[in-house]
């Protein structure tokens, strides 16, 4: 798959999923001059890498007093329950300016809560941000809008690479240098599922949104 130098985020947005083990999300973690911690990850951050995180976004409900009185000022309350605190720390990044956002620590432990934080990729494209998710075992990436309405995903991976593509409405993705042609009309998430690369550039446009995981 792609090298971690080819795409390198503005901010890393850790979530209260499991704690990232692999190399890749680690290394994000380490690396980032920015690191926004949903409140349930903040302590076990702070525990794990002796430092504290450049901004911890939440309700608080989950953060213990002891964390809340170090974090001081770099702890956002935002006490509204309409949104998870993955999508709270989204759009604080996004009012600052910052479009470009990886998360991390955002699967694992509950099912729905997993299905929720990789499906809402999809509303942060909508808002124009460049976003991808790092799991232990792989990459959902978001196509970038265009003016035109077409949504576009380029990468370079070693051929072999298994991926899928997930569509979020219904409608055709067309798809460049995978071994199994998708579906003319794709309307249910599991249509583009397990494919793999035969060509080390891949090429994904449509209309609809859609993300693209390719495994490690």
């Known amino acids: 798959m792609e090298t971690h130098d080819e795409w390198k985020p503005q901010a890393v947005v850790l979530c209260a999923g499991d704690y990232p ?5 680690l290394r994000m973690l380490h690396e980032a ?14 525990r794990r890498e002796g430092r504290l995180p450049w901004l911890v976004v939440g309700d608080g409900d989950s953060l213990p007093l002891q964390t ?3 974090l001081g000022q770099r702890f956002l309350h935002i006490p509204e329950q309409e949104t998870n605190d993955q999508t709270k720390a989204t759009r604080t990044l996004y009012v600052q300016g910052i479009r470009r956002v990886a998360y991390v620590g955002a699967t ?4 729905d809560h997993t299905l929720g934080n ?3 990729l999809a ?7 460049d976003v991808r998710m790092y799991t232990d075992h792989g990459v959902f990436m978001a196509p970038i809008a265009h003016p035109d309405g077409h949504r576009r ?10 991926l899928s593509v997930f569509s979020f409405g219904d409608g055709s993705i ?41 495994a490690y």
């Open 21 to 25: 083990t692999h190399e890749i999300p």
């Open 33 to 46: 001059g920015r690191v926004v911690c949903c409140d349930g990850a903040a302590s076990e951050y702070i």
């Open 68 to 70: 809340k009185e170090k």
């Open 108 to 111: 694992g432990r509950r099912e």
């Open 118 to 120: 990789i499906s809402l």
């Open 123 to 129: 509303d942060y494209h909508r808002m124009g941000m």
């Open 153 to 162: 995903l380029q990468c370079t991976v070693a051929p072999g690479s298994q």
């Open 174 to 214: 067309r798809a460049e240098g995978v071994k199994y042609p998708l579906p003319e009309r794709l309307s249910a998430w599991w249509q583009g599922t397990l494919n793999e690369a035969t060509s080390p550039h891949l090429s994904f446009e449509a209309m609809i949104p859609f993300l693209v995981y390719l």
